[in-house]
């Protein structure tokens, strides 16, 4: 080894490209089942075509029977559900999990369709599978989530079911699940709190703002310990809502949907100052480690002279 | 009093495969471990089932019946439709299950967190339990490799709570497949179950957005290592010693084995008289 200091990475940026502000948004939609992603995305959508404002629009969920917005690239095209059950005999779950394996295997092609059209829309919407754990606890997840971060302003929309949440104990655990996904995606977030038309989530935003008022509602009907427990993570959610941006939406009167724009928008702006330096930062550690590897690999790689007449020995002792 | 494990976690964290190892532990330790499948949508598993819920009711059942608004349900619909009827029907749970005192199970449940936080069925299964005399313990699995940095393991934090505090019971949360992990990221993982979070917190070096979130993320910490729900055990299946470990810890939380009767190892007396040192 004549040259023991590490190669400098000479290519800045091998495993995504540099994303620039007039690039359009990517709004990631995601939320638990039935909290009416879809219909979220076939709102906004409806919205923007009514001001011929055309969105690009990914649906990511093989399981769905039918697509209720105009998709421009859909999951089904490229993988097939049913079949895919059949084949590996597989329940719905792990067929679901397949089917995005599946899909990451030709990731890149997608997001190069995206790529190609990036001038031509002003947002890209992506439904995320029903089954909000096959995305957010498996490796396809976080592999699509990452690959389009590193080449869009991406963001994310967590829906929630105003309807649903009326019980506090549920709103709670919904907000836990939706900090978690802040934690694990660490990419600028927003709460759409659907179904308006259904509750008027006023009731929900309340909750938001003051904790001691959501802490009471629950501790009616529960022992001491689990008190306790709430009342602590009642003030963790506390500074949680405190940096989230909220829009209260409905998805059948299409109400709030210049919010929904106004929260992306925001949003981009977040992408920018804080994650795209945590971002690059990763990338330059990676790529440092990933450099480090190659020439580590390269130092045991040596050209060595063979003797022909102890090889020849060695050959005929094998033979032996 | 009878005792039962509700094996939870988000699909792939190896429910069924910790059932498995746990049962098989249990004949080599004088224990009768049961299990029971309680999801209707399970595939291949391969512990001795003392119970299977898809007998009751599964997913195959809605796709052949001949009312089409079953039959043409997403995989969603039909796993709460399933798990509604068994939350309507939790007495044919009862007499299936059949059980005795002193008698020991694990129950292999669907991981759908909706399940949990945004419908009853979960609570009245465990309620329905809890009535039927048996001290529960829930067990939260998530895979060990999605928490190999300090904001992932509090996303995996966070997620088990969003699970745990609808149930209202007592809890173990553990990482599986520790085996699998590279020999540095086991490391990490086994550096973090051993500190305090809010001292993580410090040694985590400063990026954007842990500097954005730093208020939040000390919040999170301060309730992780108030709260004993919360703290991981690593299990890794290949080691006796990791499954006796967390059984321990288990056992604790429901008190299994506190009014068992003492066992008397010793031989039956022999009377001197017939002992003549001949067989």
Redo the contacts between chains.
Sequence with gaps: MADSSKPEPKRPAVLGNTVTRDQPPVVLVLG???SGKSSFVQALTAHLHKSRNFPYVINLDP???KVIFPANIDIRDTVDYKKVMHDY?????????TCLNLCCTRLQEMIGLVKKRSTEFPVCLIDAP?????F???ASGSIITDSFASTFPTVIAYVV?SA?STNP??F???M??A??????M?LPFFLVLNKSDIVDPAFLEKWMKDYEELGTSIEDA??AY?NN??H??S??LD??YS?MTTVKVSSRTSEGMEDVMAAIEKCKEEYF???Q??FN?LLKERLEKDVQQASDMLDKVNVTERNPQVVEEEEAMEDE | MKYAQLVIG????GKSTYCAAIQKHGESTERFVQVVNLDP????FNYKCAFDVRDLIS?DDLADDEDETLS?M???G???FCMEYIANNIEELEQAIDAAEDDYYLFDCP????L???MNVMRTIVDALKSWDFNICAVFL??SQ?MVDV??F??????A???L??L?CPAVCVLTKMDLLKSEDRERVEHMLNSEMSTLLNENPP???SS??R??SE??A??MD??S?VSFQPLDLQEEESISDLLLNIDNAIQYGEDADVKDKFPEEVDPEDDTGEW
Excluded at chain 1, 130 to 134: K, L, N, R, S, Y
Excluded at chain 2, 10 to 13: L, Q, R
């Design positions: 638990m089942a039935g399981a769905v029977r005999q597989l329940g719905p779950n792990g067929a679901i999990m029903g089954q909000i754990e096959a957010t606890w498996s079911d649903r104990t549920t709670m655990s919904n836990l699940y900090c978690s996904i802040l934690y694990r660490k529960r022992d689990i427990l709430t602590s993570l003030l963790v500074e949680f940096t100052e804080k994650y330096p945590a930062e | 988000p699909a792939g964290s949508a399970s595939e291949v997913i043409t997403g995989p969603n039909s796993l709460v991981g759908q967190i909706e949990y936080s945004h998530l895979d999605f904001d992932k509090m996303a995996g934090a966070l997620t709570l969003s699970t505090m609808v209202e990026s954007a957005f954005a979130y208020k939040l919040k999170i301060s309730v108030s709260y729900m």
